[in-house]
């Protein structure tokens, strides 16, 4: 559904960066609800995330961030919302209201106690002020702190998908959290470095 080239001034924009787990997840529920969308990418190796035009959409500095018209939200879980409701189109959340919060519950779990521990930025000053040997044991007990509540969250809930039989935000959220973490525990591990590696241009 992405397109690049020519804006259309009546598209939603989703300024993204192609690694970003947050970013994943807002691509996901845009293409489940098959609507048209331009991709802008922000390069966050090279701190594009910190230019002064996109810190007018995000003052935190953080990707993703839909422009849909005049609105602009800069949160996935903010953005996720806004798309259900404007959107209603293959729902996200399943319309029983139990299994509604425990997509909520779920979703906070991986937006506020294991994403957020990760970010580049907590990495880079875990790394500097405490040390480099830090890093795998802070986001390691994060990791596991997180999925083992997840676990017991989820366990009475699953079908076909985490909370039934029906995919729903909390699938996609774990996905990309679970790439995530794949790919930040093998990078750590292996000592490739492509956190840190600056000049390497994936975008
Ligand atoms: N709560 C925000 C978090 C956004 C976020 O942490 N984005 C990361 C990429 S997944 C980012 O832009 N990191 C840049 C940095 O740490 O400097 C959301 O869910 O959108």
Not at 177 to 198: A, G, K, S
Request: net charge neutral; glycine share 4%.
């Amino acid at each position: 559904m992405a397109e690049s080239g020519e804006s259309n001034k009546n598209k939603l924009k989703l300024y993204s960066y192609w690694r970003s787990s947050c970013s994943q997840r807002v691509r996901i529920a845009l293409n489940l609800k098959g609507l048209e969308y331009e991709y802008i990418p922000v390069n966050l190796l090279k701190g594009e995330h910190f230019s002064p035009d996109f810190l007018k959409l995000n003052p935190l500095g953080y990707v993703p961030a839909l422009v849909d018209g005049e609105i602009v939200i800069s949160d996935s879980f903010a953005i996720l919302m806004y798309l259900e409701e404007k959107y209603p189109q293959h729902p996200l959340l399943p319309s029983d209201l139990q299994k509604k919060a425990l997509n909520y519950q779920a979703a906070n779990v991986v937006c506020s106690s294991i994403q957020p521990l990760q970010n580049l930025a907590v990495l880079k000053y875990i790394k500097e002020k405490v040390g480099p040997d830090e890093v795998i044991p802070w986001v390691q007990s994060h990791i596991n702190k997180g999925f083992a509540a997840l676990e017991k969250l989820l366990k009475d809930s699953a079908g076909k998908y985490a909370t039934g039989n029906e995919v729903s935000m909390v699938c996609f959220l774990l996905f990309f959290c679970f790439v995530f973490v794949f790919l930040e525990i093998q990078t750590f591990m292996y000592n490739i470095h492509l956190l840190w590696d600056n000049n390497l241009d994936l975008a």
